[in-house]
């Protein structure tokens, strides 16, 4: 398989490639982040933020998308927040592209407008601060090929650089990352994340 992982707005830190790594070892991988450069070391999530948003926020996010070399050949896609809503936004750009799943990608707010092609998995965060995340569900559960889950946690808990983070939570989703993409035959995704307590919205 060929897998695509879209980091989130601190971009490719040691935890993101170290999941980079660990998949590595059994399909072939592209790191995609919202920077041409390794950016600095953020203080918290509201630094981030502002650098991403200075570094062209969700548009340069899609140019980076869409100028990747092998985003013909990319067959599963993995996106963290801004990542997440990226390739959500983008996924016109992938069309050898079978399956997607993010994890509390907040700007698909700004993209409510796209058709999912593929089956996603959309994990959302307990709640967000900064928008009514209700709105946000209500207005994806009529398309089709999509599944929500809503997990027990804040945004950012897969992420060790935010203040949200759980490491229990982060070795569920990885956990289920992991098996769902080394999965020979269906879509594993759903059985093994309800396991650990995450509600799910929709089928």
Known sequence: MKILIATDIFGETPSHLALCEHLASHHSVTSLSPYEHNPPAFA???????????????????????????????????????????????????????????????????????????????????????????????????????????????HGFVNPDSLQFNNTAREQAIGCLLQSVDAVEGDSFANYYEKFGNTRVTD
């Not at 070399?69 to 990542?83: C, H, M, R, T, Y």
């Open 44 to 154: 918290n999530e509201s630094d981030a933020y502002q650098y991403f948003l200075q570094s062209g926020g969700m548009d340069n996010y899609l140019l980076r998308l869409k100028s990747l070399k092998n985003a013909g050949e990319i067959d599963i896609a993995l996106g963290f927040s801004a990542g997440g809503a990226a390739v959500w936004a983008g996924q016109h750009l992938l069309p050898s592209l079978k399956k997607a799943i993010a994890f509390y990608p907040g700007q698909i707010r700004h993209y409510l407008e796209v058709q999912p092609v593929v089956p996603w998995h959309i994990v959302f965060a307990h709640y967000e601060a900064h928008f009514d995340q209700n709105q946000v569900i209500d207005a994806l559960l009529p398309k089709t090929a999509l599944s929500l889950y809503r997990a027990p946690y804040r």
